[in-house]
């Protein structure tokens, strides 16, 4: 009797462990290259929005790399523009 309840709560352990390591599912951050819109006259914040979802990175340093390869952004005396890595 003493080995079945043995065996019975190890394998119980055994199936909690494999549930546990399921569902404890690691979810990486990613880094995307975010361009924002700004009125240089009031300096208030037009738009915001995320560049195209292929240029997600796994590392910030991937994607300050992309932006030093863009290089600052022209803009007209009324409004700006800025790109910066976020992460989500």
Same mark, same amino acid.
């Given at each position: 009797?003493?080995? !079945? =309840?043995? #065996?019975?709560?190890? $394998? ?6 494999? !549930? ?12 995307? *290259?975010?361009? !924002?819109? *700004?009125? $240089? #006259? =009031? ?7 995320? %560049?195209?979802?292929? %240029?997600?990175?796994?590392? $910030?340093?991937?994607?300050? #790399?992309?932006?030093? %390869?863009? @290089?600052? *952004?022209? #803009?007209?005396?009324?409004? @700006?523009?800025? %790109? !910066?890595?976020?992460?989500?």
């Amino acid at each position: 009797m003493n080995k !079945t =309840t043995a #065996s019975v709560l190890a $394998l119980g352990l055994l199936l909690s462990m494999c !549930t546990h390591a399921r569902a404890a599912q690691v979810v990486r951050s990613r880094w995307v *290259i975010v361009l !924002t819109l *700004i009125d $240089l #006259s =009031t300096g208030k914040k037009l738009e915001e929005r995320k %560049l195209d979802p292929r %240029l997600q990175f796994d590392d $910030l340093r991937e994607c300050k #790399s992309v932006l030093s %390869l863009v @290089g600052p *952004i022209a #803009s007209s005396n009324h409004f @700006g523009a800025v %790109l !910066t890595c976020r992460k989500v």
